[in-house]
């Protein structure tokens, strides 16, 4: 079991390690890195709008979908006041509301 | 120097708390699936990677071959080659002792506090990075703990609705950085491909869905440069 462990520790250190390696000799020029550059929003967005958007395995894009309204919300706080804290709790108040 | 142990403590928080559910849940269901509590902790201190980790048990349980699991695991982590692309201009100057410990703890949840353009730059962001990606490493296994030693006594957390909290804290830190036509349309590329792809259960989805964004934001910021 122990063996297991390791090999798969070795698998998820490989993919985050890889390209932080000196030894892989390339650089990420100008174009590679404007691409790149849209890489944090769009895997964000990736992992929070099937939380928000899919119930049970299946699209629920209704008023009754708790995580909907109380997303809506976290988009309307965040692009307001554009703080971690306000949008976070503002929007999780409004989802235990619903929830 | 102490401000940036704080925010990076402070910025990490909420992900470290929204998070306990999984965290209990990895390590009760190993336990419940025949490791020991050594072996259970193991996992979340040298693979560290929740997805990947509550897959993993199942497959293991199920007595899967070595060689699949592996590959089950390559296929969640995928993500990371990306996250690790996206910093390699910003980390590859600095000395190993940085950029080990920072390769280790590059979760999503790190990755999302990356995006600054300054991110790593200076003693101060990378003491920042250093300690939001530690906490996580620490939270993450003090949940893991907690769901070894009393997994069986708590009732299951994750359908408490705290995947909103990740949601939540997400949209927190995206939505500031639309400032352009580019990353919306990028983000809405993104959004719609990934629920196709959910939909379809497609394994590389969210790798896939990422890369279709980028690329939407490539091209409409390359035009909007050449005008």
Known sequence: ?99 | MKVAVCKGFWDMLPLNLAVLPWGILCGSLAVQNGFTPLEAQLMSLLVFAGSAQLVAIELIAKDTTLITLLATTFIISARHLLYGLAIRNKMIDKPLKWRGPIAFFLTDELFAFSHHHRAYQGKLRLVYALIAGGSFYVAWNLWTLIGIVAGQFLPDLTNLGLDFAIAAIFIALVVPSINALPVLCACLTSAVTILVFKLIHFEFGLIASALLGMSVGYVLQSKKERV
């Open chain 1, 1 to 99: 079991m122990i063996t297991t462990i390791l090999a798969m520790a070795c698998v998820t250190f490989a993919t985050r390690y890889l390209f932080l390696a000196k030894q892989l000799p390339f650089t990420i020029g100008p174009k590679l890195q404007r691409f790149l550059s849209f890489s944090a929003p769009c895997v964000l967005t990736a992992i929070w709008v099937p939380i928000v958007f899919i119930q049970d395995k299946q699209l629920a894009i209704t008023p009754s979908n708790p995580y909907l309204v109380a997303a809506t919300v976290a988009v309307i706080l965040a692009f307001r006041f554009k703080n971690l804290y306000v949008t976070t709790f503002g929007s999780l108040a409004v989802f235990y509301l619903l929830y």
